[in-house]
């Protein structure tokens, strides 16, 4: 079986999407500062509600693409929010979520990790390790313009 998820970056980095560079340098709920991970969402919308948790300006949002990306299921470990500590979706992040991805990256028992999002639960994101040796499994597809719907944007400032 083939998951289908999708990577959303500003156009400028769509050439070091799948590096994990942006995720080592700047830690996410699953990762801390100095572990690249690429952050994917198994689906578009969902990958757009969580830029859009995070971006203050609509100018903000006029240089992203999204990248359609193709796995297998076997490469995913995958965790369910019922195993997961109180608290979990907190903001800022917790270190116990932090700690879990840190884990798993460390452990290298798969590729991917498919966990729950913070933003809608019931929905999956997925990190991928680019340092893991089946990171060539991986199969991302070509970046195109993102254009956001302006009712999405109406409560930003700009």
């Known amino acids: 079986m083939t998951v289908?998820?999708?990577?959303?970056?500003?156009?400028?980095?769509?050439?070091s999407a799948f590096t994990g560079e942006?995720?080592?340098?700047?830690?996410g709920r699953w990762n801390a500062a100095g572990m690249p991970v690429v952050y994917?969402?198994?689906?578009?919308?969902?990958?757009?509600?969580?830029?859009?948790?995070?971006?203050?300006?609509v100018e903000a949002l006029e240089r992203f693409v999204c990248i359609p990306v193709e796995f297998a299921a076997a490469e995913v470990t995958r965790v369910d929010a019922a195993r997961l500590p109180g608290g979990w979706r907190a903001f800022p992040a917790s270190e116990s979520t932090r700690r879990l991805g840190a884990d798993w990256h460390r452990g290298g028992s798969s590729v991917v990790l498919g966990v729950p999002s913070a933003v809608i639960p019931e929905e999956r994101n997925y990190l991928v390790n680019p340092g893991h040796p089946h990171f060539a499994r991986i199969r991302p597809g070509v970046a195109r313009p993102l254009p956001f719907d302006s009712r999405l944007l109406k409560h930003l400032p700009g």
């Open 40 to 57: 994917l969402s198994g689906n578009l919308s969902l990958a757009v509600l969580e830029i859009l948790v995070h971006i203050e300006s």
């Open 22 to 27: 942006g995720a080592a340098r700047f830690p």
């Open 4 to 15: 289908a998820a999708w990577r959303i970056t500003r156009a400028e980095f769509a050439g």
